[in-house]
């Protein structure tokens, strides 16, 4: 997972708490992409950013809203957690020559 | 996103056995890629696919971009007890940078 950095690792919330989960990546390229995983479903894209200044909603965007503050840093945010958003959240960063993307390491979500 | 099916969904191997899995589509792709997934990291690119037919290694590791460029496989050779964890496939179709991705396939090794 070199190259991309997630926090935090692990989180629990109460629903209708709100947070944001941080992502950085080092290696200075333009699209990122904030996936959800989920027991037997693979990863399904929320939000991406193509390049800085520009998002996208993905397969799952219900629920949350992402900035992508600078090339290097793209957030997502719960502003009212609900028990079906618990899930790992995964950050990838893409090279858009070609179409590889490479992972964080994941936060583990938990709403209670 | 598109509909990947990845099969098989899990398989137990025997150390030291060769074992395969595929990822179907009804729709074409330009890209295949195969992650794979240890328990509590993130997923990790193993090989990537460019052309129809491309066959490409990594270690004990062989994928292939299927001719109709609907399909690839993944082939594993002589299983090992860190082979374990989640395969992934994702595929890119024609004019879209985002990926799809499978359900994956579990794999467990019996020592």
């Known amino acids: 997972n070199a190259g991309v950095t997630q926090t935090p690792k692990f989180q629990v919330l109460k629903t209708g708490q709100s947070m944001t989960l941080q992502c950085a990546q080092d290696m200075n390229h333009n699209s990122m992409y904030w996936y959800r995983q989920d027991p037997g479903m693979g990863l399904r894209l929320i939000y991406y950013s193509a390049s800085e200044g520009t998002t996208d909603k993905g397969e799952v965007p219900n629920g949350y809203n992402v900035s992508r503050l600078n090339k290097r840093e793209f957030s997502l945010r719960l502003e009212s957690a609900a028990p079906s958003q618990t899930s790992v959240y995964f950050c990838?960063?893409?090279?858009?020559?070609?179409?590889?993307?490479?992972f964080g390491p994941g936060t583990r979500l938990t709403v209670t | 996103g598109q509909q990947l099916n990845q099969s098989p969904q899990s398989m137990f191997i025997q150390e030291g056995e060769d074992v395969s899995m595929n990822c179907t589509s009804s729709s074409i792709f330009n890209t295949w890629l195969w992650y794979k997934q240890d328990p509590g990291e993130g997923p990790v690119l193993l090989i990537a696919l460019y052309k129809a037919g491309e066959l490409t290694s990594n270690g004990r590791l062989t994928a292939q971009f299927g001719i109709t460029r609907k399909d690839s496989f993944l082939n594993i050779s002589a299983s090992i007890p860190s082979d374990v964890g989640i395969y992934f496939c994702?595929?890119?179709?024609?004019?879209?940078?985002?990926?799809?991705f499978g359900a994956g396939t579990t794999v467990t090794v019996r020592a």
């Open positions: 994702a595929g890119q179709l024609p004019n879209d940078y985002k990926l799809s």
């Open positions: 990838a960063m893409g090279q858009e020559s070609s179409y590889e993307q490479y």
